[in-house]
């Protein structure tokens, strides 16, 4: 855990909200669920670290520690893109009509039939028996860092003129995971929970995440050393810019309260949280790591 290091001086900022409900994909709200970059086998799921561009599969999930139920997009057909971090510089370089596939009722990615013969290459997921979906071919990220962007979103909802859309895909109804290809950079956001009277924080538990694009994603506290996860919600390879972390109320966890990168203390009895996380620029080889820590009663 050496690489894991609390930036006493990076720039946050935190706010403390009520958390609104998400609504699976209706307007109005943000789609529900996650996903997760992974390998072609799918074990284990939410890798962020790969040697070439081929190697990054996407993955319904759940993670390791999550419930078996807990990260799974509603049933329907789905659209992706691979972009830079911001979203403005689109990489993947065939049609969005190749790059479909189905889940099942289960949440699981089940088919790539809505590609047509254009459709890319899958694994069997070995977590949940459903597939993992190839997301080459793309262009090289233009970002300095190394820092790749997916974007998951129904097909249906793709609008090429709704407001701030990224290449059709429209952030409030898309699911997003950054990751990154031959970079040694280490700059994340990681929220823990921790439990009275117990050493080790907890797994399985729930933090929301909406990058600096408004699109969203769900990461669950897990422990795998084999993919540097320490039993931490994780996100990967954070671009500059303000990121939230929304938590609340959940099995195994009412929230006392909950502490900010620099250590700042929110305690506002509602058992809902919406954490503002402004990361600073960053380079090539920086080893920076954002933390929410949440204390539960």
Excluded at 56 to 80: E, H, K, Q, R
Aim: with cysteine; hydrophobic share 35%; proline share 6%.
């Amino acid at each position: 855990m050496k690489r894991r290091l609390v930036p006493l001086a990076a720039t946050a900022s935190l706010a403390l909200l009520a958390m609104a409900p998400m609504s699976s994909a209706a307007p109005g709200g943000q789609l529900s669920g996650a996903i997760f970059t992974t390998d072609v086998t799918g074990a284990p799921v939410n890798l962020n670290h790969y040697d070439t561009k081929e190697d990054v599969y996407l993955n319904g999930g759940p993670g390791i520690n999550a419930p078996d139920d807990a990260a799974g997009l509603p049933a329907g057909t789905y659209s992706f893109q691979v972009t830079d971090p911001s979203g403005k510089t689109l990489l993947s370089t065939d049609p969005v009509s190749c790059r479909q596939f189905t889940v099942d009722a289960s949440g699981v990615i089940q088919s790539v039939a809505p590609g047509g013969g254009c459709a890319h290459a899958t694994g069997t997921d070995a977590e949940d028996a459903g597939i993992t979906v190839q997301l080459f071919p793309y262009n090289d990220t233009p970002n300095h860092g190394g820092v790749y962007k997916v974007w998951v979103s129904p097909t249906s909802l793709l609008n090429c003129n709704a407001p701030g859309n990224k290449n059709c895909f429209v952030p409030r109804y898309s699911k997003t995971d950054n990751f990154k290809v031959r970079a040694n950079a280490v700059v994340e956001l990681d929220t823990r929970f921790w439990k009275p009277g117990q050493d080790t924080p907890l797994d399985g538990m729930a933090a929301g995440w909406v990058d600096t694009n408004g699109a969203s994603n769900t990461k669950y506290s897990e422990y795998n050393p084999a993919v540097l996860a320490y039993h931490e919600a994780h996100v990967e390879a954070v671009e500059q810019g303000t990121h939230t972390v929304t938590v609340s109320n959940q099995s195994g966890c009412t929230i006392d309260y909950v502490t900010g990168p620099n250590g700042e203390r929110y305690q506002n009895g509602s058992g809902k949280y919406r954490v503002s996380v402004d990361v600073a620029a960053w380079n090539a080889g920086d080893d920076i790591t954002y933390r929410v820590e949440v204390y539960c009663k």
